[in-house]
T-cell receptor, first 115, second 110 residues
Framework: DADVTQTPRNRITKTGKRIMLECSQT?????MYWYRQDPGLGLRLIYY???????NKGEISDGYSVSRQAQAKFSLSLESAIPNQTALYFC??????????????FGPGTRLTVL | KNEVEQSPQNLTAQEGEFITINCSYS?????LHWLQQHPGGGIVSLFM???GKKKHGRLIATINIQEKHSSLHITASHPRDSAVYIC????????????FGQGTRLTINP
């Protein structure tokens, strides 16, 4: 079984709808991240969480919210989806690492289309 | 100017060739990551390094902190190495986030 899972894998929705993307991990990591990827652009961080009680905005958090329900679960919500939120969304996890930095493990991605 | 620049953006080579992908960055960093994104979209971490050189199978990653430059080498390239390779850096100062390059699309022809 995959260590980091995302649901759904694909979603088509309409402008104005509320959408939730879910991420679960079995790696036991404290740190979890949500990224979006757009064609021609690098991955960009939306939100990150270093433990259940810690939530931080990334560089493009406007229009998104998150919930860290448990160590293993981190959900991303689009309160009112708009077409420019059409993108590939990735969840990732990491341990803290000896020096505060560790490799990140990515989920398979969710392809979201907002019509 | 992007904080992380990769070159080339696209690279096509024949099976067996030695491949080099470059990454330059403009900020002080605590770590640099190399990632591989498969044609199906999945992303895999290849290396995380803060100095020197690391090797895993046919992949070698090097970093020169003074020159703010890293290279990813693939020896004896194979069509299954075809993917997008992404460089990302963790700044020493600033927010706890990775800054990603735009990626290098590598195609290895048989």
């Amino acid at each position: 079984d995959a260590d980091v899972t995302q649901t759904p894998r694909n979603r088509i929705t309409k402008t104005g709808k509320r959408i939730m993307l879910e991420c679960s991990q079995t790696k036991g990591h404290d740190r979890m991240y949500w990224y979006r990827q757009d064609p021609g652009l690098g991955l960009r961080l939306i939100y990150y969480s270093f433990d259940v009680k810690d939530i931080n905005k990334g560089e493009i958090s406007d229009g998104y919210s998150v919930s860290r329900q448990a160590q293993a679960k981190f959900s991303l919500s689009l309160e009112s989806a708009i077409p420019n939120q059409t993108a590939l969304y990735f969840c990732a996890t990491s341990d803290r690492g000896a020096s505060g930095e560790a490799e990140q493990f990515f989920g398979p991605g969710t392809r979201l289309t907002v019509l | 100017k992007n904080e992380v620049e990769q070159s080339p953006q696209n690279l096509t080579a024949q099976e067996g060739e030695f491949i080099t992908i470059n990454c330059s960055y403009s900020v002080g960093i605590s770590a640099l990551h190399w990632l591989q994104q498969h044609p199906g979209g999945g992303i895999v971490s290849l290396f995380m390094l803060s100095s020197g050189k690391k090797k895993h199978g046919r992949l070698i990653a090097t970093i020169n902190i003074q020159e703010k430059h890293s290279s990813l080498h693939i020896t004896a390239s194979h069509p299954r190495d075809s993917a997008v390779y992404i460089c990302a850096v963790k700044e020493v100062r600033g927010a706890q986030k990775l800054v990603f390059g735009q990626g290098t699309r590598l195609t290895i022809n048989p």
